[in-house]
């Protein structure tokens, strides 16, 4: 069960469609690569899901740990809908959130749906927008270990809490 639980994560987390950026004036690349350090079941989903940490070092947040649960929401076998929301918060303190959702088959590993879309945060991310996609990082027993994160982000250096 834990291998078809990793592999059933790892699929949910790797969606590689774009997901759509906001309208701004200069989106910026943004680029992340964390290591996973907890994996555990997630409380606060009905129907089951996991919470997961990671830390790393990305564009426009330099080092920072990411808390990220994926709840899954509906099974018709061999399909398994799912939401996911995050929270990357930077070593500054800002937090940045995000959000996915969509559907992944077990059988084939096909997955449906946009990419992750920032909405907003604390600090300088407090308005950010934009988007991407995901890809996990594998051990050789197909657990889930990081993810590689790309796409575009817009947000206002100058916001600050007050």
């Known amino acids: 069960m834990r291998r078809l639980g990793g592999a059933l994560v790892a699929g949910l987390l790797a969606f590689s469609i774009a997901g759509p950026v906001a ?24 129907r089951g899901g996991t919470a997961t940490t990671y830390v790393g070092r990305g564009t426009h947040l330099g080092l920072f740990a990411l808390h990220e649960t994926v709840c899954y929401t509906a099974f018709a076998l061999p399909w398994i809908d799912f939401t996911v929301r ?28 946009p990419g ?13 927008t934009g988007g991407g996609r995901s ?20 947000y206002n250096a100058s916001d600050r809490a007050d």
Not at 24 to 40: N, T, Y
Not at 135 to 154: H, K, M, T, Y
Request: proline share 4%; with cysteine.
């Open 23 to 46: 309208a701004a004036d200069h989106p910026l690349k943004f680029d992340a690569s964390s290591s996973a350090v907890s994996i555990g079941q997630a409380a606060v989903c009905p």
């Open 135 to 154: 890809q996990p990082v594998f051990d050789s027993d197909w657990n889930i270990v990081g993810l590689r994160q790309v796409g575009e982000i817009a």
């Open 86 to 113: 995050s929270t990357y918060e930077a070593a500054n303190g800002d937090l940045l959130y995000s959000h996915a959702s969509g559907s992944f088959n077990v059988d084939t590993g096909q997955k449906v749906g």
């Open 116 to 128: 992750f879309t920032f909405a907003g945060g604390t600090g300088r991310f407090a308005h950010a």
